[in-house]
Structure formats: C-alpha cells, structure tokens
C-alpha cells in the first residue's frame, strides 16, 4: 500500500484536536444474551479488515505533507481489547464507562480506532468503538460497521447518499439565492448560547431511544415532515424542558446539522456538509414546534444549502486561505450555533454480531470548544438511539435531557391519535 495524501478535511479535522477535544467519534454497540468472546471478535475482524483498508493505515509523513501509511507489525489485540478489566458491567454503569473511555485519546503511531469490548450482566456485552474522524465520518463508520460487525458483509449492499443537485445559471436568481442563503446560514442567534464556555477534560454521557417507524408516521400524518424534522422538534422539547429546570427560558437556539454529500461508490473518508437552523423553544406545543421545524428544513433543502456551503469552502480555499479560514472561525461561533444534532441512517433491519443481536446502537460525537452539548442520532431496524455527550463542569442535569428526549418523542407520537 503506497501512502495516501490527507484530503484537505481530514487535516482540518486533526487541527482541531487539542488537549480538551478528542477528535474521535464513537458508536456503542450493545448486544443481546450470547455475545461473542473477544477471541472470536477479534478473528472476525481480522478476517475482514481487507474489506476497509483505512484501517490497517497510520498517520505518516512530514508535518508539511502528512499522510496515510501502511501500519507496519499490525496487531489486532492492539486495537479490539477487554474493556473495565473484563469485569461485568449493569446496564446503568454503561454511560460513565463509555464517558471515561471518550475522553481518553487514540495512539497517534497506530491506526486511529479501537473497539473496547465491555461485558455487561445478563450475558451481553456492549462494544464501544472509538474511530478518528479524520478517518471516518458518520456515514461511512456505519459502513465499515456493517462491513466488519454485522453478519455476511457481501449479503447487504451500501445505501447511497442522494448526489447533490445542480443549480440554475440564471444570474439574477443566483445573486438572490446568494443573499438568502447568507442571511440564513450566516445569522447570529437572537439569544446566548447556554452551552457556550471553555471546555473541560471531563464527558458525561447519555442514551435515549425512541420508536422510528411510530416517529416517523406521526411526523408525517401531523405536518408532512421527515423524521429528521421529528428528531429536530424532539430535540426542542426536550431543551425547552431541560431549560425550565436548569437554565431559564430562551426563545431559540440554533442548531448545526451535517449533511451527508457522500454517493454511491465513493470511498471517502469524510464528506459532509451542513445546514443551521433556529430550534423553537419558546413553543409548548409539539405539533407546533414540529411544523416550526419543518418549514426551517423545507428552505434549506430546497435552496440546497449544505451543498452551496461546501462549494463556498472549495472555492475560498483556492481563491484566499486566509478568507476561508476567517469564514471556518465565524461558523464556530456559539453566536452561529449552539449545539451540533447529526443523525445518520443505520442499518434497515435486524443484524447481529457473531449470532448476538444488536439491542440497541448509539453514536457519540465529540463536543468543541464553546460547544458543550453534542448530540448524535443513529437508527438500528425500528429504533432511533440518541447519544448526547456534554462537558458536565457547563451541562448540568444532563439526565433531564435524556429523560425529556424520551418523553418529547411518546407525546409527539401520541398527537397524532
């Protein structure tokens, strides 16, 4: 394998990286009565690594031109361990264990990802996969998941991403498209951000699920909405909520919400982009709020504004570094967004790992700087699971979101009988 050159994302990614934000992501992946040892684990894995070469690959090169390198004396017990000593975990010890393995960091002179393996009582085990950003982003850690985890990889086929659609060349209607795309994606949140200060070290986690296909109808029946504008109004009740009891009202909050641009075939690491949004929480009621949310997202898609902000990077990274720069240092504000909510699509149906079924699955993405609340969604058959990862020094009550998460979802639900 000759070294691969780091895309222009995955240097960013790792710039990002400092000794308060680790740049993995993670997904836990827990599993029902009968879940495999890790030797049978580990020989999976290493029988299937040939169908995701990213991972056999380290960090090399120079610093002006760093790359991805073949990893020389690859050792799988390296990278999928006994995880807690191999002591059996309850259920409920699986958020502080999950928070204490995040805020560890991946050895730079290896592959950067590493599946600690913790049995729980009751026979299961949940797998806690770290993996670097700069190596995988949601969509395609749910690839390599399904490629290396589930079942018989060459059974399932990939699920594409939808190509991002071309524009008119009408010039007046792009100037005009140009100015709304600005005010939306650029606009500054009419409140303070209430996770806005200097992180710390320290994670505290949280798991909520909540029924799909019954989110999914009821977000349909009641405002013809996508189950991504449910997740969205779920999100602001469940803030709206947590707000009362711990901070005090706001009107909104913005939120960031990443845009897969991956397609069919490609094998890119990272490829997304993102759209913003204001999140209603000054609306009690959930219907309301979901159609709030809903004409949000409608504008944003339709005017196609992940892609237009993707081809704005491209075009002031060749034109000025230093203006792309300063448009990166404007988007991190928490004056542009509060908190960053991704959901991507996992698997469709039932899957398992070595004949254990997978009971639940969570994503976990790391939060930044002024940032202190992430929240991440993944779907797993008929369940949508929600990580939420926070700096505890600057999120307290963190459970009251978990919990409201739950129950936003049940009462949206129940609007629609």
Known sequence: MDAIPLSPEDRAILELESDTVAGHTCKVVVLGEGAPGLD?????????????????RRLGGGAREPAWVPAEGFEIGDHVVAGNRGVALDRGEL???????????????????????????????????????????????????????????AASSAEAAPAPASHAADDARRRGHLAAFVRREFARSRSGSPFDGRIGTRREIG???????????????????????????????????????EHGSLAEVRAKVPVSLHHEGDDAGNRDSFFTLPLPLNEPDPVARLRAVRAATATRKGEHDAQEIDTLHRELAHVSPRL????????????????????????????????????ELHSIAEIGQRHALRVAVVSCAGTLGFGFCADPGIVAGLESLVSGTAAEAAALVGARS
């Open 40 to 56: 049978a684990l580990r020989a999976q894995i290493a029988d299937r690594l040939g169908l995701t070469p990213a991972l056999r």
């Open 95 to 153: 958020p502080a264990q999950v928070a204490g393995l995040f805020a560890q960091r991946l050895p730079r002179d290896r592959p950067l990802w590493r599946i600690d393996v913790l049995p729980l009582n009751g026979g299961g085990a949940a797998l806690v996969w770290r993996i670097h950003h700069a190596v995988a982003d949601g969509t395609t850690t749910m690839r390599y998941a399904r490629l290396l985890l589930w079942g018989d990889p």
């Open 207 to 245: 798991f909520a699920t909540a029924p799909l296909a019954a989110l999914h109808d009821a977000s349909k029946a009641l405002a013809d909405a996508t189950l991504n504008d449910a997740v969205l109004a779920v999100l602001a009740g469940a803030l709206r909520r947590w707000l009362e009891s």
């Open 324 to 359: 792309e720069a300063f448009c990166e240092r404007i988007e991190r504000s928490p004056r542009r967004f509060a908190l960053n909510v991704s959901n991507v699509p996992g698997p469709r149906v039932p899957v398992a790992v070595l004949g254990a079924p997978v009971a």
